[in-house]
């Protein structure tokens, strides 16, 4: 079956750390993104990749940082810099980007990260 | 910058009921907008696609139409049932983003 694959399913941080959050698609998609959900916030996007060996930021990027050195993985990383890192990451990825044919996106089943 | 609205937040109904969510979003140069379903510590899964072009799309007892103009999509879900029970997502695609709404949490009970 093809999908995308987030791991772990649960992530504990202490103050100070870095962590890596991993995700893996299997369906040939070109394009990957991460979003966060906070409760009551809607999910925000944090950076995305259209093609390999590049990515851009989101709306909320600062104290994350990203690779994409296979089509098939797109793993984030959240710093030290990042204050609040408590909440859901979703990743997700899709066909192509742009107005023309027929696509949407498909989403992990997320990460729950916890600052402790 | 495009802004998506959700109404209701919340909805508690009895099973056998038909439903209708909204969904409105600010900038109607959207490419498509997708419905998804999250349960409760869950990833996002996709219900329905509409393309810019369309107006409507079906599956089963969903039916999500598309009012590009008004910025108004609603999502229509017939005889509810307590497997419909999640929270409801609309999210519209501009150029290179998905742009969510805050999601409506849907409660049917038995």
């Known amino acids: 079956d093809g999908g995308i694959t987030q791991s772990p399913k649960y992530l504990f941080r202490k103050e100070g750390q870095n962590v890596t959050l991993s995700c893996e698609q299997n369906?040939?998609?070109?394009?990957m993104y991460w979003y966060r959900q906070d409760p009551g916030q809607g999910l925000r996007l944090i950076y995305y990749?259209?093609?390999?060996?590049?990515?851009q930021k989101g709306d909320i990027a600062e104290g994350y940082s990203v690779s994409r050195e296979k089509k098939e993985s797109f793993p984030l990383t959240v710093t030290s810099a990042q204050k609040n890192p408590t909440a859901f990451y979703l990743c997700?990825?899709?066909?192509?980007?742009?107005?023309?044919?027929?696509?949407?996106?498909?989403f992990g089943s997320g990460t729950r990260l916890t600052v402790v | 910058k495009q802004e998506v609205t959700q109404i209701p937040a919340a909805l508690s109904v009895p099973e056998g009921e038909n439903l209708v969510l909204n969904c409105s979003f600010t900038d109607s140069a959207i490419y498509n907008l997708q419905w998804f379903r999250q349960d409760p510590g869950k990833g996002l899964t996709s219900l329905l696609l509409?393309?810019?072009?369309?107006r409507e799309q079906t599956s089963g007892r969903l039916n999500a139409s598309l009012d590009k103009s008004s910025g108004r999509s609603t999502l229509y879900i017939a005889a509810s049932q307590p497997g419909d029970s999640a929270t409801y997502l609309c999210?519209?695609?501009?150029?290179?983003?998905?742009?969510f709404g805050t999601g409506t949490r849907l409660l049917v009970s038995p």
């Open positions: 999210a519209v695609t501009g150029f290179q983003k998905l742009v």
């Open positions: 509409i393309q810019s072009s369309q």
């Open positions: 997700a990825s899709s066909p192509q980007t742009g107005p023309s044919g027929d696509y949407g996106y498909t």
């Open positions: 369906l040939n998609h070109d394009a």
């Open positions: 990749s259209q093609i390999v060996n590049d990515f």
